[in-house]
């Protein structure tokens, strides 16, 4: 055991502590490397943990098998939440830190002890927050997500989550201190691309943590009977915060992500450093904005509030995402293009490396998260329409689509890229792993379209562990919607089926895959070279594929949005 | 050759931009720009928005506000037919108090929002065409006057659509809307 772990963590060195990596390019140092592979190890841990519980939430609201009883379906769906949304993806998300930061610097990671620390205060806030989460007892309820007050949620659980706030914080400052090194006697240097959104990511991870850190203690004080009562809007104002917050690093850390493995897995080039920077900054002043967008059917905040925060200033977040949505695939196809690699209107995207399930996992992920996840948020964002959205299976399905597939698929292809590179292990079967994202996306992609039809189509509300078949005490019910549930629930289970597949590709390659350190990873790198040598110049390449897929893109943005605001004023007249 | 991974070289901001890049820019920001008037505009022009006075009032005090209307309300077998054009709904663990309620077609009402406990969710749909759905968030502490003017005649089912305790799923109550 002790034995394999070494193994694992340990790999050939040069005297200063680096070695170069062939797909990369870079010189990595150890330290960096082995807390990228103590952070990603951990999220999986929570992904497995926090994946069991998807299997039984779900076969709950598919109420043909109806698995839990309301109390318990509580209990899982928090857990299913925290695990998966928080814990797998902060976690995920300190290892992006380590790799956009020093690792691409070619840097050591400064202030281990400190990641260290950090890492441990992160377990031992997410153990406590699972503990406390399992052992709630009623009166107490389960938290859920939101732990809205004044609902009596236990006081451990506050405390802990702040404890895991504290530690992310702590495990973050490695990587700052690392960019400050870097710009220190050099402040007019320029970071990489990658960097520079991981700093981004970073300064959002803070503001979002500090929110949250008062949302909780805000929330604990009140439960400990240091304060008398509880104002429940000013809460939910904290709350979403870190709620909406959270997203916003998951979004920015997936977009990070985008530009690094698809540049070295699909030889992608920056098409403009300005665009793709100015899209980082306009994320940096407005993407916080957005967090109204869960308010926008409370009672007490002005409209016009509403209406200018939930649009990000003139949606100049979303029109950032939209610079993204041309930017990754338009990156792609220059680089193949500058390299003569596949002809016509998309012959470089059909020809590029489709069985590189790290590849595939991020061209689908950029897909599904623009398509479903990105057109949906912006539609239910305005403030009309999310009366026909808010607290529906349709929100459900809205964020399955941006983290469950969007995210989750990114951190899936580069779980794969850091067991191939950096624990040095070939897969334990090459069809698996090739076949996990196929399976993920396919799947999970339906199972989040009847959410949203359920939601949208039929009422179906969120976070309830029956009402489609049955609402208890009335004749009245939601049984017009089962059909969907029969799908939903068959895809759902084939997802989690996926998702089982993508730990066994992971963690059986950990355990039984053979040592590659001796090889070069010639199947993962780009073709023809990391990047293009001469060819034409990347702002001259035309880059037809790429701009009719936006055309397409837009189509059915403008097709969702009319649909969504046709169904709107179908309704009675509401409000003033 | 630009790679997201080296810094940029040279004078990287003056870099021309593809020219496809920068159609796509302005479509983007056109489309930006023009669902933010369309939201903006719609509060205006339009008539489903989600505004209402809000006022402070504590759960307790709602709760006499609601008794009130209950008592001067006339009972029948369908429901409370209100005093005026008023209607107050009570949202409490796990139930709609005031509720069945049975309203004219085509008359405007101020529905009053207000939970007497903790978050529930007011989620509203015709019997008959269950797409035809929206949803608001109740507050203990505010009550939220949010007019409204049911042009159909028919059952109107509200459900509670925000996590409220372990009976939250059996919250139900209706609004039945007549001919005038
Ligand atoms: C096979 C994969 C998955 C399935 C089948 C699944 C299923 C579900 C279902 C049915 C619900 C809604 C329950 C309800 O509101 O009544 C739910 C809630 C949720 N899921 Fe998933 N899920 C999956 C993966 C994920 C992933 C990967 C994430 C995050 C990265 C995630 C995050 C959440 C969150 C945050 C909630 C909301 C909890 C709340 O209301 O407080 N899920 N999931
Ligand atoms: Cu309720
Ligand atoms: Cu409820």
Redesign the interface.
Known sequence: MLGTLRALFGNEYDAEGYRSCSVTGLDVHRSVEEHVKLFGVTAVVALVVGGSFAFTVATTRWELIGLLEPGDFYTHLSLHAWNLLIFWMVFMEIAVLYVGGPMVLGRRLPLTALAKAGWAVMVAGAVGVNLSIWFTEAPEQAPLLTAYVPLPVSPWFYATAIVFLLGATVAALPFFAAVWKEKRGAATKTLPLVTFGAFVTGVIAVEAILGGIAAFAYALVWRVGLIESVEVGIYRQLYWIVGHGTQQINLLAMVTVWYFLTHVVGGAVVVSEKVSRSAFILYLFFINLGAAHHLLVDPGMSTGWRVWNTSYAFYGAAFASMIHAFAIPAGIEAGRRQRGLGGGLFGWLTSAPWRNPVFSSVVFSVILFGFLGGITGVVMGQMQVNMTWHNTLATVGHFHATVALGTTLTFMGLTLFVVKTMFRREFVSDRLASLVPYAYAGTMSVATLMLMYAGILYGVPRRTAEVVRNIPGTDFSLAAASPLFALFGVFALLAILSGILFVVATVGSLLFGADNSGGDLTDLHAEGGLTPDGGTSVHAVELRGTFVLCLVFMAAFVAAYVLNWYLLTQLWSIGA | ????????EGN??D???????T???G???L???G??G???G??QF?????????YDVEPDAYRERVQEYKDAAEETERGLVPPEDSVYVGAMRYNWDALPVVLEAGR?YDVH?GAY???H?F?I?P?ET???????????????V???????PGTY?V????????????M?G?LVVEEA
Do not use: Y
Request: aromatic share 12%.
């Open positions: 050759m630009p790679a997201p991974l080296d810094p940029p990287w901001w870099e021309p931009v593809n020219r496809r890049e159609i796509w820019l479509i983007a920001g489309w930006s720009v669902i933010f369309w939201m903006s719609f509060t339009g008539d489903q928005n989600p505004i209402g006075e809000t405007e929002l406990d903790v978050q969710g989620s749909r019997e269950l797409s035809k759905q929206i949803n608001l968030q109740v507050f203990p502490g505010n009550e939220w949010i007019p409204m003017t049911f042009d159909e089912h459900i509670c659509n925000e996590f409220c305790g372990q009976g939250h799923r059996s139900h209706t």
